[in-house]
DNA sequence: CTGAAAGCGCTAACAC
DNA sequence: GTGTTAGCGCTTTCAG
């Protein structure tokens, strides 16, 4: 209960600045005095006072990764999951802090908003799929390091944020590309949200892959929720007969395409071939298995953290992108290629 | 960037102490002062400097929320969805911090013991079904308050150790008494895990209504997760025949069994009625309608991080246990009462 | 390579 | 009711 850092300098015969070097891995310290000091610290049972130290350094030792989506959300997507673990796994075994704040609700929100400060936090990993968030502003806006797991806009993007994202774009192309080459013609696009960047390139991959064959009546919008695909599905079978194939930019609204193109007492692939995004566990136990795009989104969450460690560190990690990758499965028809 | 309690003194007129008293809501400060101080807080962006604070007062201003289970249960269970979702309601608009804490793996669990120390957190909020945790042993040798979820054994309760529990074993009485009541006579029990006390609760509470109809060979036991209730069902269908009902401690294991039954043949409630243990948005999503134990788990989590910042004020909320509530849906027959 | 000493920004005890 | 001041425990020049 309250040994300092003098306790531990009397203790190693040295002076308290020989011990918080020795503490803090400075270079020039003497291999006797190191020792020294680290048998006197395991003797003394001394533990950091990170306030003290943070006071003195203005360097906290502590990073955080701001949850904003609503907790229903959070925990139903398993993006976020993802994400987490792989903040989690990428931070290693830092010695630093690593804390999850909720900024989900307007509660929320206003109870995170003082901690996301240069004097409480070195640095914030943001997940989002979404282009606006008051938060973000005033992160970047007290200049805190920051990786986002996601796109910005523009005028966001200043020297301490860097972005994280997989290639949408390609990755939409190519689930396009395999509905044509598996014989689909009249193809419908369940896109993102209209405020998801994301979201935004994907249904901007499958148009461009799509050519002449892209009809705007055939594109709905949802939330990467599955009901949103159920809605969107339903709709498009009552309005636009004749549909054989619908792309979906997130596994969980193909699921909700499966349940709609069921009860519509269709079959995938043989009257409607589906392809999703995402290639979440569901893809593989849905019935049929979904075709779908990869995102390595463990990963993505791996990098972000590394990222903003090196931001910390007054690198530049520079932003980067990952490819994704189509994962054939039986909801599309066979292609001889 | 850098304006400290000094300038706003300055610019209020009044010396470092008093901006302190109003900064902390101390009771003697005249309104002409704390009208002063206010206004040069506002002028000058004053932001206060939370170690500094710490260091001085020994108060952290801060409460974590311990997440011991591994990231893909903690999301996929809906029980911690909805404790997390109370004690971030319960937390109001404190304007203290509330920070979840990642204690899934050994390595979070390595990261994050050096956090909980007096130095750093005023309090605890610990979720838990199990009865053993390396990390509650830690925090409750730091002598940090801490509300914990769930039961505990007898030993580690120190008088900063309150607990928040849901009377489980009522609970499960009532749920057998209804099959009883139902018409069944052969009822299996698929319990929760054996280091869980509220499972072991609930078995006992299902065994004691059950009587002199309790049989021990139609108990299984499962993790609360759907594919333990399928195994547990599969077996208990295959070995013992003529079960005309089953009572699961968990909504998550009735789904698995319901699939059980289903593959088997078996209709609910005409061949085997079931009911379930928490009342999760699932068993009105499940087909049929699952009877089943009523839990404020929300409730419970609004509680444990008020018994916590009653804890940390001096007080003593004392242990507190809620009771549930039989919800009787289409999965049992109806009683005639 | 190491000791001495000046703060970091704030709280709280004390005197008025 | 308010000012003054001595730390809280640590880092970091600055000498040597």
Redesign the pocket.
């Known amino acids: 209960m ?8 009397r203790v190693a ?12 891995g ?9 020792a020294a000091v680290h048998r006197a610290v395991a003797q003394t049972g ?14 906290n030792h502590a990073v955080a990764v701001l949850l904003t989506q609503p907790s229903d959300e959070l925990f139903d997507d398993p993006t976020f999951r993802e994400l987490v673990k792989g903040v989690s796994e990428g931070f290693g075994d830092s010695s630093d802090a690593l804390l999850l704040l909720l900024a989900g609700s307007d509660l929320e929100r206003r109870r995170t908003a003082p901690f996301l400060d240069r ?1 409480r936090l070195d640095g914030v990993v943001h997940l989002t799929p979404h282009m606006t968030d008051p938060l973000l502003d005033r992160i970047i806006a007290a200049e805190l390091p920051v990786a986002v797991c996601g796109r910005l806009p523009a005028h966001l993007l200043g020297p301490k944020v860097r972005t994280v994202t997989v290639d949408d774009q390609s990755g939409a192309a190519a689930a396009v590309e395999h509905l044509l080459a598996a014989g689909a013609r009249r193809i419908a696009i369940i896109a993102g949200p209209e405020d998801a960047p994301g979201g935004q390139l994907r249904l901007e991959g499958a148009r461009l892959a799509l050519g002449a064959h892209y009809d705007a009546t055939l594109v709905r919008h949802g939330d990467y929720g599955p009901s949103s695909g159920v809605a969107a599905m339903e709709d498009l079978l009552e309005r636009q007969p004749g549909i054989d194939a619908v792309f979906c930019a997130s596994d969980r609204m193909a699921a909700g395409a499966y349940r709609a193109i069921a009860a519509r007492g269709l079959r995938i692939p043989d009257d409607v071939q589906v392809v999703g995004f995402d290639d979440h566990q569901i893809a593989r136990e849905l019935t049929p298995t979904l075709t779908t795009v990869h995102q390595p989104i463990q990963h993505l969450g791996q990098q972000a953290i590394q990222m903003l460690q090196s931001l910390i560190a007054g690198e530049d990690p520079g932003h980067r992108m990952f490819p994704t990758r189509l994962v054939v499965r039986d909801s599309t028809r066979p292609v001889s290629d």
Do not use: K, Q
Request: net charge positive; aromatic share 2%.
């Open positions: 309250g040994t300092t850092i003098e306790d531990v300098a015969g040295v002076s308290r600045g020989t011990v918080s070097r020795v503490l803090n400075a270079p020039n310290v003497s291999d006797s005095a190191r001394y533990r950091l006072n990170s306030h003290a130290r943070a006071l003195a350094s203005g360097r004097r």
